[in-house]
């Protein structure tokens, strides 16, 4: 089972700046084939399909927990999205009501992803950059330990070549700084996968990295983590369980090599963002005033 901390994993700043075509680039961070739903889902689904996994304890504990962290991965960027969003649509329509004659949405037709306003209201989607739908072949499952083991490194590369592509796309304070995040965290899960498959094949898998070939000290966004030494940490995001994960995470980063640990709990982390109400789009409602009187009078009468 999961309990919820409603903080993300690390404090993202979020100027109004308005970049909805950048806002769909991130999507396929998200919802593409190396996406964060696609990390989240695959180690998921892998630690609740994990057969014998009493027997083999330390790699059932870092898959379910790697999985654990994921979660927070997807609730970050979408929190990035919502943020490149905001404020897209004409200026003056954030506050009360709108007139739909005066077409306040005209300013982002064919702009972006025409469904992060049209089917949301201006909100990501559970899709790539084009548009498509997160799909469950997705996952790879196979059972066999080596090969998820070795598909899983195999997808956080993936997943930050994805990255560091949408880096080279935009410089949007919010993309760049959810991204400076996730390539340490990511590289902390490449190196994670890479130390599995050494202790249970004897190839030195880390040998390989990097992974595209470029250092994350290259992403200025990135030092804030490495002087926190979040690249060498392993959370652990349980208050009592998935405690063998230091059977695996131990050694050396191969970057610095100066020792990994495991520290028990999750991030520190920082606020959630409230976005603002996206009246052009009726969200929360036509009549957002009217809706939050109803909210505080409840809260007044419990
Ligand atoms: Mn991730
Ligand atoms: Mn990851």
Redo the contacts with the bound molecule.
């Keep these: 089972m999961y309990l919820r901390i409603d903080k993300l994993q690390f404090e993202l700043p979020m100027p109004e700046q308005p970049a909805p075509e950048a806002a769909n680039a991130v999507q396929d961070l998200l919802g593409g084939r190396f996406g964060e739903m696609s990390?989240l889902m695959n180690y998921t689904y892998q630690s609740f399909n994990f057969r014998g996994r009493t027997k083999v304890k330390p790699y059932y504990d870092l898959i379910a927990n790697?999985a654990t962290?994921?979660l927070g991965?997807i609730e970050m960027v979408a929190a990035t999205i919502n943020n490149m969003l905001t404020g897209a649509p004409k200026e003056g329509t954030n506050d009360g009501k709108i007139d739909p004659t005066d077409t306040p949405l005209s300013s982002v037709l064919g702009v972006g992803n025409p469904h992060h306003f049209g089917n949301n209201g201006g909100s990501a989607l559970v899709s790539n950059a084009l548009g498509q739908p997160w799909q469950g072949d997705f996952v790879f499952n196979s059972g066999d330990l080596v090969l998820d083991l070795l598909h899983n490194f195999f997808l956080?590369s993936g997943?930050r070549m994805g990255k560091i592509r949408v880096y080279e796309m935009t410089d949007h304070p919010t993309a760049r700084a959810m991204l400076g995040y996730l390539l340490v965290?990511?590289g902390v899960?490449q190196v994670a996968y890479a130390k599995a498959l050494e202790e249970l094949t004897g190839a030195n898998v880390t040998k390989m990295l990097n992974i595209p070939k470029i250092e994350n000290d290259k992403f200025p966004e990135t030092k804030v983590h490495r002087d926190a030494n979040s690249h060498r940490t392993l959370y652990r995001f349980s208050p009592d369980d998935f405690k063998d994960i230091d059977k695996i995470w131990k050694g050396v980063h191969p970057d610095d090599g100066q020792e990994v640990f495991v520290k028990d709990g999750p991030p520190e982390g920082g606020q959630t963002v409230d976005h603002p109400e996206e009246t052009a789009a009726y969200a929360p409602g036509y009549d957002p005033g009217e809706l939050a009187e109803i909210a505080q009078r409840m809260m007044r009468n419990s």
Excluded: K, L, S, Y
Aim: aromatic share 0%; proline share 0%; net charge negative.
């Design positions: 990390t790697i962290e994921e991965h956080e997943a965290r990511g899960h």
